[in-house]
């Protein structure tokens, strides 16, 4: 977007302003050549929008007392510039002063561009967002908004099978918007991961390396991108990488309870602990209003596994509590902490209740393909065999 602003102004100023066009734009900022330019100039509007609310929000907040006022009027790329106590639209300034301008929004509005934008799809009720908005891009929002809430719980394929068709839907709508193809990979990462055996698990893994290598490439920046880019190459065995990739997503959204989730798994199956745990505080946040329910489970296994029994039976129940998954994973952990905790009759009482309801359930077989190293899978079974629990033979998750 600073790019984007440089451009438009400094053409401006050279008495180009005839010649700013999304067609200009297209090729002149982004670089994309006459093939391209077709399937490109939806996101110069889409930019152009993005950079309007932002100089908006610079010009209320840090910018206000400024002396120019740089414009960006709908309906087209070229900027105007309002000086005066009342904002009146006067010609164009100075280069001197404008150029002063555009440093200061720059400088100052860019650590705002940097920090807030391509963060989740905006809320509806942002009118000045909407109005900046074409309709299928509010269509693909809408549907991703709707797709991320159908992905938890993990284990649930039931669930996951509309989630990928939502955001199928979301990339028809709007082939320009990440948000469809971040959303297919993460999708697409637990349904191989889920079904590891299957013949179509690889086919499945190479589909979201290419929907989350595509949701970073229009959206470089996007926490969601970010994260279902690391959530691939978690899968692909890249632990390094999905560890960076995690760490960018939740630095620049930190409090967004999806990329926490995906953040927490990564964390806990490349045997992060300490990670995970550092983040209590942020997911107890989170769970009081009402999300991040799988980081929650995420901070009861890191807690089993360095030994803190009781904080973690604590913690699964607060979660479950609140309305978290409770499904086989979250039961086995609870089983194993109970036994480990001394309380053996409760330990017991969850082992039949395990094999009553999921019977077939892959435990061992899904946990040692998640987690970078088998012993805590080992001290997870062995607490939970010492309960009463059989391992099972499944062929199959559903």
């Given at each position: 977007?600073q790019s984007?602003?440089?451009?438009?102004?400094?053409?401006?100023?050279?008495?180009?302003?005839?010649?700013i066009?999304?067609?200009?734009?297209?090729?002149?900022v982004y670089g994309?050549?006459?093939?391209?330019?077709?399937r490109?100039?939806?996101?110069?509007?889409?930019?152009?929008g993005?950079?309007r609310?932002?100089?908006?929000?610079?010009?209320?907040?840090?910018?206000?007392s400024?002396p120019?006022?740089?414009?960006?009027p709908?309906g087209?790329?070229?900027?105007e510039?309002?000086?005066?106590?009342n904002?009146?639209?006067?010609?164009?300034?100075?280069?001197?002063?404008?150029?002063?301008?555009?440093?200061?929004?720059?400088l100052?509005?860019?650590l705002?561009?940097?920090?807030?934008s391509n963060?989740?799809?905006?809320?509806l009720?942002d009118q000045?967002?909407?109005?900046?908005v074409?309709?299928?891009r509010?269509?693909a929002?809408?549907?991703?908004?709707?797709?991320?809430?159908?992905?938890?719980?993990?284990?649930?394929?039931?669930?996951?099978?509309?989630?990928?068709?939502?955001?199928?839907?979301a990339?028809?709508?709007?082939?320009?918007y990440?948000?469809?193809?971040a959303?297919?990979?993460?999708v697409?990462?637990?349904?191989?991961?889920l079904?590891?055996?299957?013949?179509g698990?690889e086919e499945?893994?190479?589909?979201a390396?290419?929907?989350?290598?595509?949701a970073?490439?229009?959206a470089?920046?996007?926490p969601?991108?970010?994260?279902?880019r690391?959530w691939?190459?978690?899968?692909?065995?890249?632990?390094?990488?999905?560890?960076?990739l995690?760490r960018?997503?939740?630095?620049?959204?930190?409090?967004?309870?999806?990329?926490?989730?995906?953040d927490?798994?990564i964390?806990?199956?490349?045997?992060?602990?300490d990670r995970v745990l550092?983040?209590?505080g942020r997911y107890?946040?989170?769970?009081?209003?009402?999300?991040g329910?799988?980081?929650g489970?995420?901070l009861?296994?890191?807690?089993?596994?360095?030994?803190?029994?009781?904080?973690?039976?604590?913690?699964?129940?607060?979660?479950?509590a609140?309305g978290?998954?409770f499904g086989?994973?979250?039961?086995?952990?609870?089983?194993?902490?109970?036994?480990n905790?001394?309380?053996q009759?409760e330990?017991r009482?969850?082992?039949d209740?395990?094999?009553?309801?999921?019977?077939?359930?892959?435990?061992?077989?899904?946990k040692r393909?998640?987690?970078?190293?088998?012993?805590?899978v080992?001290e997870?079974?062995?607490?939970?065999?010492?309960?009463?629990?059989?391992?099972?033979?499944?062929?199959?998750?559903?």
């Open positions: 977007m984007f602003l440089s451009y438009v102004v400094t053409e401006a100023l050279a008495g180009r302003t005839d010649e066009r999304a067609k200009t734009i297209a090729m002149d994309y050549d006459a093939d391209d330019l077709s490109r100039e939806g996101v110069v509007r889409v930019d152009a993005r950079v609310r932002k100089l908006k929000a610079y010009y209320a907040g840090e910018g206000s400024d120019v006022v740089i414009s960006l709908v087209s790329y070229a900027p510039f309002l000086t005066g106590a904002g009146g639209r006067r010609g164009v300034p100075s280069l001197y002063l404008v150029g002063a301008v555009l440093g200061a929004v720059a100052g509005g860019g705002y561009f940097a920090t807030t963060g989740p799809a905006p809320h009720g000045s967002t909407i109005y900046d074409s309709p299928t509010v269509e929002m809408n549907l991703c908004n709707a797709g991320r809430d159908l992905i938890f719980p993990v284990v649930d394929l039931s669930r996951l099978r509309p989630a990928l068709l939502v955001f199928e839907t990339k028809q709508r709007d082939p320009l990440f948000c469809g193809y959303g297919a990979a993460q697409e990462t637990m349904l191989a991961i079904q590891f055996w299957d013949s698990a499945l893994l190479g589909a390396d290419d929907n989350s290598a595509h970073l490439e229009l470089p920046d996007a969601w991108a970010l994260s279902a690391a691939s190459e978690f899968a692909a065995g890249h632990f390094d990488k999905a560890t960076d995690t960018r997503a939740t630095d620049t959204a930190p409090n967004d309870p999806h990329i926490a989730e995906f927490a798994l964390s806990l199956y490349t045997l992060n602990f550092s983040n209590a107890q946040k989170m769970a009081e209003q009402g999300g329910s799988v980081a489970n995420a009861g296994a890191a807690q089993f596994h360095t030994g803190d029994y009781a904080g973690s039976i604590r913690v699964f129940e607060d979660t479950i609140r978290g998954p086989p994973i979250s039961t086995a952990y609870l089983m194993a902490a109970h036994w905790n001394g309380d009759a330990a009482r969850l082992a209740i395990y094999a009553k309801t999921w019977p077939n359930f892959p435990l061992v077989a899904l393909r998640v987690f970078a190293d088998s012993a805590p080992q997870l079974t062995s607490a939970m065999r010492a309960a009463g629990w059989v391992k099972a033979e499944p062929t199959t998750t559903e």
